[in-house]
C-alpha cells in the first residue's frame, strides 16, 4: 500500500530562521511527487512537482527534492507569510489518485 | 476561469438528512476528483470521475455515498442519511489530463448535527 509521512507534525520557527520539511513514501513505481500548501479554510494549493530521484525545484523561499525514499522541502529565510500547512503527496505509476501525509504544520514568529 | 468552485462553502444537516456539494471545474478540465479531510487527518481520496464516468471509486464508502458528473453541470457528491462522522471538509479538485497536476477547490465545510 502506498504511504507518506511527513515529520516534523509542528514546526515553529523565527523569521528568517531557515529549516526543512520530511516527506517519506513509500509507492509501488512513483509517477510523482506533489507538495502543496494549505492555509486554515481553503484549499491545498499547488507548489511543485517532482518525478524523479535528483531532481530540485525552487520558488522563492522554497526548494524542494527529491530521492528515492523521501523528499525534502527547504525554507530559506522564511516570513510570517510562509506560515500554513505543508503536505505532500505521491501519484503511483498507472493511478489518478494523489495518495497524500498528514502534513507538516509550520508558523513562522516575526 | 476563477479556478475550481466549490458550493456551499459551508453546509449544516442535521442526521438523517441527505448533502449535495457541487463542483464545477476550472474550464477545459474534463477530470475530477473528490477528497475528504477529517478533523485532524490528512486528505483522503474518495472518487475521481471524468464526463458522465465513474473512473475509481476505490476511496468511497460502500453506502450513503455517490458522485457524479454529467455531461452539463457540475459534478455533484452526494451522502444520503448523514451522520456525524460524516462531518469534515470535502474538496474537489480537477485536472486536464491525467499527466497534469491537480488545482483544488476551496471545498465544503460539511457539519452534521
Known amino acids: 500500500e502506498d504511504q507518506v509521512t511527513q515529520s516534523p507534525e509542528a514546526l515553529r520557527l523565527q523569521e528568517g530562521e531557515s529549516s526543512s520539511l520530511n516527506c517519506s513514501y513509500t509507492?509501488?513505481?512513483?509517477?510523482?511527487l506533489f507538495w502543496y500548501r494549505q492555509d486554515p479554510g481553503k484549499g491545498p494549493e499547488f507548489l511543485f512537482t517532482?518525478?524523479?530521484a535528483g531532481e530540485e525545484k525552487e520558488k522563492e523561499r522554497l526548494k524542494a527534492t527529491l530521492t528515492k525514499k523521501e523528499s525534502f522541502l527547504h525554507i530559506t529565510a522564511p516570513k510570517p507569510e510562509d506560515s500554513a500547512t505543508y503536505l505532500c503527496?505521491?501519484?503511483?505509476?498507472?493511478?489518478?489518485?494523489?495518495?497524500f501525509g498528514q502534513g507538516t504544520r509550520l508558523t513562522i514568529n516575526p | 476561469n476563477a479556478g475550481v468552485m466549490q458550493n456551499p462553502r459551508h453546509l449544516v444537516r442535521r442526521r438523517g438528512q441527505e448533502a449535495r456539494l457541487r463542483c464545477s471545474p476550472m474550464?477545459?478540465?474534463?477530470?475530477v476528483y473528490w477528497y475528504r479531510q477529517l478533523p485532524e487527518e490528512g486528505l483522503k481520496f474518495m472518487v475521481y470521475?471524468?464526463?458522465?464516468?465513474?473512473?475509481?471509486e476505490s476511496g468511497m464508502p460502500k453506502e450513503r455515498f455517490s458522485a457524479e458528473f454529467p455531461k452539463e453541470g457540475p459534478s455533484i457528491l452526494r451522502i444520503q442519511q448523514v451522520v456525524r462522522g460524516d462531518s469534515a471538509a470535502y474538496f474537489c479538485?480537477?485536472?486536464?489530463?491525467?499527466?497534469?497536476?491537480?488545482?483544488f477547490g476551496s471545498g465544503t465545510r460539511l457539519t452534521v448535527v
Open positions: 470521475l471524468q464526463k458522465e464516468n465513474i473512473i475509481d
Open positions: 509507492v509501488s513505481g512513483l509517477r510523482g
Open positions: 517532482l518525478y524523479s
Open positions: 479538485a480537477s485536472s486536464s489530463g491525467e499527466l497534469y497536476g491537480y488545482t
Open positions: 474550464k477545459g478540465h474534463s477530470h
Open positions: 503527496a505521491v501519484q503511483a505509476r498507472g493511478a489518478q489518485k494523489l495518495v
